[in-house]
């Protein structure tokens, strides 16, 4: 099964708030491996993460 | 006692903009920082010794913004459809209109204020419930299941929410900070 990177964006998404079915978790795998876009966008999801979860312990 | 007061007074501001961001409640977000306060004051004893009363005020914060978003869901109305705009990102055939680049460096701005000031600034741009869910799992580390009970949506349409605060934030990050430096 291929994925596109409109449903590879939403399991990237899905997979931080649950733990994915292995056939999801199998093929997105698959999809990262050979496409940049949605690896970009993996990164900004965990990164994006990261980052809320300090907000309000810098401000002024 | 009247030192420990006026300091507490003096986090007032920081706290009622905390809570506004998360609230997008004038009164929702006073109720919870006085109810914040009233409990701190009466809680002087359990503060003697920790560090940094600001880090305090928050923690107790955080939980009556959980309730208050407890009560404010009891009559909200369900998220309205803002699927199209996440339609817009892909073409027909689920590929990227305009596939995510790289961010150059993320974790160094996570060492500048202007960032985080850019960051809020986006997440007011989200729908109220869209952005409400987004701080409960991701800021306040609320578990899916614990969110969709609190906001009233199935599990399935708090997957989405969430996929659509990512989407919309990453879109917003992209044009207010990353793509501007």
Redesign the interface.
């Known amino acids: 099964m291929m994925l596109?990177?409109?449903?590879a964006?939403?399991l990237v998404?899905?997979g931080?708030?649950?733990r994915l079915p292995l056939g999801r978790r199998v093929a997105l795998r698959v999809h990262l491996a050979i496409c940049?876009?949605?690896t970009?966008?993996k990164?900004?999801?965990d990164?994006?993460?990261?980052?809320?979860?300090?907000?309000?312990?810098?401000?002024? | 006692m009247d030192d420990f007061r006026s300091r507490i007074q003096r986090e007032r501001s920081y706290l009622l903009r905390y809570a506004s961001l998360q609230l997008r409640d004038a009164h929702a977000a006073e109720d919870a920082v006085q109810e914040t306060l009233v409990a701190a004051l009466a809680g002087e004893a359990s503060f003697q010794g920790r560090a940094n009363l600001r880090t305090w005020l928050t923690a107790i914060l955080k939980h009556k913004i959980i309730d208050s978003i407890r009560r404010q869901s009891r009559d909200a109305l369900p998220a309205g459809a803002d699927a199209d705009e996440l339609d817009a990102l892909f073409a027909a055939d689920g590929h990227w209109v305009d596939p995510p680049g790289a961010w150059s460096d993320p974790d160094a701005s996570l060492e500048q204020k202007r960032f985080f000031a850019a960051l809020e600034a986006c997440l007011e741009r989200l729908p109220q419930k869209t952005a409400q869910a987004f701080l409960m799992r991701e800021h306040l580390g609320l578990e899916t299941g614990e969110i969709c009970k609190e906001l009233a949506v199935t599990p399935t349409h708090c997957w989405v929410l969430l996929y659509r605060a990512r989407m919309a934030l990453r879109e917003c990050l992209e044009k207010e900070w990353f793509g501007k430096r």
């Open positions: 596109s990177c409109k449903e964006s939403r998404s899905e931080l708030d649950r940049d876009g949605c970009n966008f990164k900004q999801m990164f994006l993460r990261r980052a809320v979860r300090q907000l309000g312990s810098k401000a002024s």
